[in-house]
């Protein structure tokens, strides 16, 4: 059993992820916890060249392909970081992990999503989030936040209203299945109250204080 705690951050793109594991981050550590910060895919210099290769809109990439991609950036990061983190006793925060997969790739490439559990299992050997906090907001909304952003839209991002409204649909349906794990938080709110409802999320966790 692994000392550390393993708390990762979904939803769908523009949801706020990345903006709210900055913050959550910035918060912990004022309160002295030792943060480790990461994202998927990346978080370690292979996995981020697999990161820049899955998300190339000029890449033609099949869907198992796609998969496969993801689960072995994963796989190196649990290996290399995740794993020894966890095992010194670290707080480590993800910006998506599995449950992206069973998403995008189970539901929204109609992989399936036991399929892409079981490729899974065998890249992380098992390791599951002691925490998920899931960030709810429709895909309009979180399309009308990255377009703010201004940032051009990778490859998954280029993807139609049909595939985002599946990915939405199987996040809702991960979190009915395991409600203890995913906490859904309303996305749809302001920066602070997104961070104070993930804080109250992880309380039993993480001791306010
Ligand atoms: N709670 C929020 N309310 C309004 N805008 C937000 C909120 N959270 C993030 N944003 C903005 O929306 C855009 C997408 O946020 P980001 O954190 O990059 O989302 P994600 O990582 O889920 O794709 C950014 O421009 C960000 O500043
Ligand atoms: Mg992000």
Request: charged share 25%; glycine share 8%; hydrophobic share 45%.
């Given at each position: 059993m692994p000392a550390g705690t393993l708390v990762t951050i979904e939803g769908l793109d523009g949801?706020?992820?990345t903006t709210l594991a900055?913050?959550?981050?910035?918060?912990?550590?004022?309160?002295g916890r030792d943060v480790l910060l990461l994202r998927e895919p990346g978080g370690v210099p292979v996995s981020e060249r697999i990161?820049?290769?899955?998300?190339?809109?000029?890449?033609?990439?099949?869907?198992?392909?796609?998969?496969l991609l993801y689960a072995a950036a994963r796989a190196q990061l649990v290996s290399e970081v995740l794993t020894p983190a966890l095992?010194?006793?670290?707080?480590?925060?993800?910006?998506?992990?599995?449950?992206?997969?069973?998403?995008?790739?189970?539901?929204?490439?109609?992989?399936?999503?036991?399929?892409?559990?079981?490729?899974?299992?065998?890249?992380?050997?098992?390791?599951?989030?002691?925490?998920?906090?899931?960030l709810l907001i429709s895909p309009q909304a979180g399309r009308a936040r990255?377009?703010?952003?201004?940032?051009?839209?990778?490859?998954?991002e280029r993807e139609d209203g049909d595939?985002?409204?599946?990915v939405a649909d199987a996040y809702d349906a991960l979190a009915a299945q395991e409600p203890r794990r995913i906490r859904v938080i309303d996305?749809?709110?302001e920066p602070a109250a997104v961070l104070d409802q993930a804080l109250a999320a992880l309380a039993d966790l993480i001791p306010p204080g």
């Amino acid at each position: 059993m692994p000392a550390g705690t393993l708390v990762t951050i979904e939803g769908l793109d523009g949801a706020g992820k990345t903006t709210l594991a900055a913050a959550l981050a910035q918060e912990l550590r004022q309160r002295g916890r030792d943060v480790l910060l990461l994202r998927e895919p990346g978080g370690v210099p292979v996995s981020e060249r697999i990161r820049e290769l899955v998300k190339d809109p000029r890449a033609e990439v099949a869907p198992r392909t796609e998969a496969l991609l993801y689960a072995a950036a994963r796989a190196q990061l649990v290996s290399e970081v995740l794993t020894p983190a966890l095992e010194s006793g670290r707080l480590v925060l993800l910006d998506r992990f599995l449950d992206s997969s069973l998403a995008y790739q189970g539901a929204g490439r109609g992989l399936g999503v036991q399929q892409i559990r079981d490729i899974n299992l065998f890249a992380t050997g098992g390791l599951t989030p002691d925490r998920t906090l899931l960030l709810l907001i429709s895909p309009q909304a979180g399309r009308a936040r990255q377009d703010d952003r201004g940032q051009e839209p990778d490859r998954l991002e280029r993807e139609d209203g049909d595939f985002f409204a599946a990915v939405a649909d199987a996040y809702d349906a991960l979190a009915a299945q395991e409600p203890r794990r995913i906490r859904v938080i309303d996305a749809r709110r302001e920066p602070a109250a997104v961070l104070d409802q993930a804080l109250a999320a992880l309380a039993d966790l993480i001791p306010p204080g």
